[in-house]
């Protein structure tokens, strides 16, 4: 069905294409990205969930509780630079795409006021030396062992290594996702939508245009103005399916009461975020609005590995919701389904993963829809704009004519002018002749008198 669906849209938006192509048309750049992401979508179908939010709110640990792994960086330093793309696959593998010459300039130029410290670490690893290799490289093709997934992740990704900040894209394959979620199916962390660098912000706020579900990270122990205005900037870029806008409030543990304190934080939340600009209604703010506690799931699945340390954070974890610490193992059930990672997965395989070619079907259908409505106020914009310049032409003739015909009176007058002033002139020609002759034969009868 939904192979039918994108041939039969795909087929029309390439006549649209073809005729925006038109140079007399003079397009603008939005639509022609519009039909760029239309195209690719139609063509390489992917369902995507975004997963955005400010520098350091836990989008990384967040997927790896979903992906079950730890395979993106959770370093305490900001490590999702490049966009990476999850997915599920036969072989694991990583591809690693880089930085054009000319995607770089803009990068370059796109620092902001606050990228002192992208520089200083730049400049620490001496990145510039290695610049040349790896901007324009072709992409890397990589396949690797499941548990090396993550290490050779981190040389791509990690701030640690000066090759990371060339890396415009990562995918990575991995063999042991669930078979609830398809290969179609996409997560993608996304680089900081307050990043340093405008140029990285960019990219994600384009996915979070395209993508087909957003889910946006913020720190449940801070949700403040700040925090309020990514969320409304997500609204904005999503502003004609509000429902995939999924918001997580992160690090939910680390509340002083979290059961009793998160529900006072998700009322405030609801009230801030119902109405025009954010969630049509309070049904689906309840829905979207959502609690994770990624990185005390992410232990409780790891128990068996986990360092002294980690184990006493699960300890205050446990002891915080009153259960028994003298058997932590045993709890283990129990906690994890208080960081409500379970049911952010639940909700991704029926919500999303089982209903996905439906849904980007439907996706497509409403992006049509979205090009088809630009592109006719465009040609009723260029319409107006030519019965505009046909109003002036027909005022100009006019006027012209009007020109026209007063210097056509000038040059009556000039010319009636003219010809009085020529029969003067021969007039005075005639009579002044007369008199020469005149003075002429009294000269002669002179000179034969001999006077």
């Not at 000319?102 to 610049?131: C, H, P, Q, V």
């Not at 990704?157 to 990371?164: A, D, F, G, I, L």
Request: charged share 30%; glycine share 2%; hydrophobic share 35%.
């Amino acid at each position: 069905m939904f192979n039918d669906i994108s041939d039969v849209y795909l087929r029309k938006i390439e006549r649209y294409q073809a005729l925006i192509n038109l140079p007399e048309v003079n397009a603008d750049n939005t639509i022609f990205d519009k039909i760029k992401d239309f195209i690719d979508l139609c063509t390489n179908p992917e369902f995507q969930i975004a997963f955005v939010g400010t520098i350091k709110t836990g989008k990384s640990t967040l997927i790896n509780s979903l992906l079950g792994h730890n395979y993106a960086s959770m370093a305490v330093t900001p490590e999702t630079a490049a966009l990476t793309k999850f997915r599920s696959s036969s072989k694991d593998y990583v591809k690693v795409n880089f930085y054009s010459k000319d995607e770089w300039r803009l990068l370059w130029d796109s620092r902001t006021s606050g990228a002192d410290a992208f520089m200083r670490e730049y400049n620490a690893l001496k990145a510039e030396t290695i610049k040349d290799k790896w901007i324009g490289h072709p992409p890397i093709y990589k396949e690797v062992t499941n548990n090396n997934i993550d290490k050779e992740l981190s040389i791509w990704s990690s701030s640690k290594y000066p090759e990371h900040y060339f890396v415009k894209e990562i995918e990575v394959g991995i063999s042991t996702m669930p078979d609830s979620i398809p290969k179609q199916v996409v997560f993608v962390d996304t680089p900081g939508l307050s990043d340093p660098v405008a140029y990285r912000s960019e990219i994600t706020k384009q996915y979070i245009r395209k993508a087909n579900a957003v889910f946006v990270c913020v720190d449940s122990q801070k949700v403040q103005k700040e925090e309020i205005e990514t969320i409304s900037s997500v609204f904005s870029f999503s502003s004609y399916n509000k429902e995939k806008v999924h918001i997580i409030a992160t690090h939910w543990d680390k509340l002083n009461n979290p059961e009793a304190d998160w529900l006072e934080q998700k009322k405030w939340l609801k009230s801030r975020l119902v109405g025009k600009g954010f969630f049509d209604t309070s049904e689906m703010a309840e829905e979207n609005i959502i609690h994770s506690a990624a990185h005390i799931y992410n232990l409780c699945r790891d128990f068996e590995t986990i360092t002294q340390d980690e184990n006493i954070t699960l300890m205050q974890f446990a002891l915080g919701m009153k259960m028994d610490i003298n058997n932590l193992k045993c709890c283990i059930p129990e906690m994890k389904k208080k960081t409500n990672i379970k049911y952010i997965q639940t909700l991704i395989v029926e919500k999303f993963a089982k209903k996905y070619e439906k849904l980007l079907a439907t996706d497509i259908e409403m992006k049509y829809k979205d090009i088809n409505y630009i592109i006719n106020r465009f040609a009723k914009e260029r319409q107006h704009d030519l019965n505009e310049m046909i109003t002036m032409s027909k005022l100009n003739i006019k006027e012209m004519e009007a020109k026209v015909k007063k210097q056509q009176i000038k040059h009556d007058d000039i010319m009636i002018g003219a010809q009085q002033l020529t029969a003067l002139i021969t007039e005075v020609e005639k009579s002044t002749q007369k008199r020469l002759d005149e003075v002429l034969s009294k000269l002669k009868s002179y000179r034969q008198s001999g006077i």
